[in-house]
C-alpha cells in the first residue's frame, strides 16, 4: 500500500498545468494520507483480496488490543466501564434501554444468519 500511495504521490507531481490552489490541496490530500500510514497497524488494513471476497464476519476472540500496541484500546475501554458504571448507577432506565437495544440487534442478526 505504502508504493501504491508513493506512486500516485509521484505522478501528481508530474502532472503539468495545475492551479497554485489545486497543488495546496494535493499537498495538505498526502499528508494526510502520510499520516494515516503511520497510524494503521501493520498487516491490519490495505489488504487487497485475489478472486472470491471473504465475508466478514464478527469474531468473538478477536483481540483490538493486540493490534493497538500503544495503549489506546485499553484507554478505550477503561473509558466504556466508567461509563457503563455510571449509567448502572445513576441512569438505570437508561441503561436497562441500551442492554435491550443491544440484546434485539444481536437477536437480528442471529436471525439473519438463521435465515
Not at 508530474?14 to 495538505?28: I, L
Not at 478505550?76 to 434485539?104: C, N, S
Request: proline share 3%; hydrophobic share 35%.
Amino acid at each position: 500500500m505504502h508504493k501504491i500511495i508513493e506512486a500516485d504521490i509521484n505522478n501528481r507531481k508530474k502532472k503539468k498545468g495545475k492551479s497554485k490552489e489545486e497543488e495546496e490541496e494535493e499537498k495538505f490530500e498526502d499528508k494526510k494520507r502520510r499520516f494515516l500510514m503511520m497510524m494503521r497497524p501493520p498487516f491490519i488494513w490495505n489488504f487487497f483480496e485475489q478472486g472470491d471476497e471473504t465475508p466478514h464476519f464478527l469474531r468473538a476472540e478477536a483481540d483490538p488490543a493486540k493490534c493497538y500496541a500503544d495503549g489506546r484500546i485499553e484507554s478505550l475501554m477503561a473509558d466504556i466501564t466508567q461509563l457503563g458504571f455510571h449509567l448502572t448507577k445513576h441512569e438505570e432506565q437508561r441503561w436497562k434501554m441500551l442492554v435491550q437495544y443491544t440484546l434485539e440487534i444481536f437477536k437480528a442478526q442471529n436471525q439473519m444468519d438463521l435465515e
